[in-house]
């Protein structure tokens, strides 16, 4: 299957730092990316639709200054949690769908663990 | 309202034993799609099984498949023959709305069921 990658796999920051994830598809273009945040023992939620050349979609409530996505190709999308304070410590995972249409399959990356201290 | 509701937090089954989680969604688009997905504990998102909303016939992979009801607005996962690999979180989602090329709509999660099997 289609393979997605992660970048860091954990990161620990001071808080007022800025964090930069990054999402790779590794053998396949990807126009749009899904950036989700998990909090311990909970679901996914969608954050934002990432859509290569072309600004991000945040989803009700996700403070677009403070999570900045930027999908610099078609294979890579970054997401930078900018001036991270603690509640900003969450399990943060992208994925993507294989390019072309017809497909209903969205590959996830393996996800990225922020601590803030 | 929950789009996707799994009202199971946590299944016990015994090994080798075949396991259903449930899942009913709430939409009134007529096409959308139907996912499930394995996070285990590494925290990695796998994918199980696809089911359209057109499509007649239940989606089987492998092991898995989609007991797809549609006026009943659920499509649980059945696990046939579980391994003790099989222990990890599953996630029920969906995809409201038609698919189309060059672009792809969001999808929502369940809640999930965390799934453990005993030896």
């Known amino acids: 299957g289609a393979v997605v990658s992660q970048h860091p796999s954990w990161v620990i920051c001071k808080s007022g730092t800025s964090v930069k994830i990054e999402c790779r598809s590794l053998?396949?273009?990807?126009?749009?990316m899904f950036w989700y945040r998990q909090f311990p023992k909970q679901s996914l939620m969608l954050m934002a639709t990432?859509?290569?050349?072309?600004?991000?979609?945040?989803e009700q409530g996700v403070e677009k200054d403070k999570f900045l996505i930027n999908h610099a190709s078609l294979t890579l999308s970054t997401l930078t949690v900018t001036s991270a304070h603690p509640e900003d410590s969450s399990f943060y995972i992208c994925?993507?769908?294989?390019?072309?249409?017809?497909?209903?399959?969205?590959?996830f990356g393996p996800g990225t663990r922020l601590t803030v201290l | 309202a929950q789009k996707i509701t799994q009202t199971q937090p946590g299944m016990f089954v015994q090994e080798k034993e075949a396991v259903t989680l449930d899942c009913t969604y709430d939409?009134?688009?007529?096409?959308?799609?139907l996912f499930w997905y394995k996070q285990p504990s590494s925290g990695e998102m796998i994918f199980l099984i696809y089911?359209?909303?057109?499509?007649?016939q239940n989606a089987t992979e492998g092991r898995y498949s989609l007991n797809f009801q549609k006026a009943r607005k659920s499509a649980n996962l059945v696990i046939s023959a579980s391994q003790l690999g099989d222990s990890a979180m599953y996630f029920c989602?969906?995809?409201?709305?038609?698919?189309?090329?060059?672009?792809?709509?969001?999808?929502?999660f369940g809640t999930g069921t965390k799934l453990q099997v005993i030896p």
């Open positions: 989602a969906m995809r409201e709305g038609r698919q189309y090329s060059g672009g792809y709509q969001k999808v929502t």
């Open positions: 053998d396949f273009q990807a126009t749009t």
């Open positions: 994925s993507a769908p294989p390019g072309g249409g017809g497909t209903d399959t969205q590959y």
């Open positions: 939409t009134s688009d007529q096409s959308y799609g």
């Open positions: 089911q359209g909303s057109y499509d007649e």
């Open positions: 990432s859509n290569e050349g072309s600004k991000a979609t945040y």
